[in-house]
């Protein structure tokens, strides 16, 4: 962990409630994951947690509209179908340990915080390459970015660096995983969640977090990581 750094967890992951709410007297399917939804401020947040490892293992981008996120849920839940994961929409939880977390996700989606590590662990079976790409990639700061050969270079591969950007367009814990500071090595944004036109989302994000980026959307040098 780094210095100066909060690790958000769960002391207490269940209650005699949520037991029942997930049917566990009968067998949990440890291939699903129960997502979470929380009002915090004037945002929807959303995230799939696993209560036996007490890590987050989804994330969403907040939300004004919790039907937009409910849509994007959905949407993942019929993709992660072919991998035999199921989304389980859970009913709300009176839980303040999720609620930090949520508040904590939150606080990184609006550039407010840079002293806080949530424990993750990716929902299905990935590469040790893949998960090199994220475990470096989590450790870039706020304010600062890496290229995505940078980061093919950290994690093993130095010439992977497209596999790098297949990977991170597929990466399923936004701001745990901040692939948004991952951009191409010349300071241009690239693309973000597989797409090309989220560039907009993207800068959005890196500006609220400190980065200065120029009229056509290049990144100032004195931001990459070291």
């Not at 005699?16 to 929807?44: A, S």
């Not at 367009?169 to 973000?192: D, Q, Y």
Request: glycine share 6%; charged share 30%; aromatic share 10%.
């Amino acid at each position: 962990m780094l210095p100066n750094t909060q690790k958000i967890d769960v002391c207490q992951p269940f209650t005699y409630e949520l037991l029942k709410t997930i049917n566990f007297c009968k067998g949990i399917n440890l291939r699903e994951t129960f997502v979470n939804f929380f009002k915090v401020r004037d945002y929807w947040i959303a995230f799939g947690y696993d209560f036996l490892k007490k890590k987050v293992v989804l994330t969403f981008m907040p939300q004004k509209n919790k039907e937009v996120l409910l849509k994007q849920v959905k949407r993942l839940s019929k993709k992660l179908d072919k991998k035999d994961l199921k989304i389980r929409i859970s009913d709300s939880v009176e839980n303040q340990d999720l609620l930090r977390i949520a508040e904590a996700l939150m606080d990184i989606y609006e550039g407010k915080r840079e002293d806080v590590i949530i424990e993750y662990e990716y929902p299905y079976e990935v590469t040790s390459f893949a998960k090199n790409v994220y475990e470096e990639t989590a450790k870039i700061p706020k304010g600062f970015v890496s290229s995505y050969s940078d980061i093919a270079m950290r994690a093993g591969k130095p010439k992977a660096f497209r596999a790098t950007g297949n990977i991170l367009a597929e990466n399923l814990l936004c701001l745990v995983v901040p692939c948004h500071r991952v951009i191409k090595k010349s300071g241009e944004l690239g693309g973000f969640g597989g797409k090309e036109n989220n560039q907009m989302l993207k800068r959005m994000l890196l500006e609220k977090e400190g980065v200065k980026i120029s009229e056509k959307g290049v990144v100032q040098k004195n931001h990459f990581l070291k």
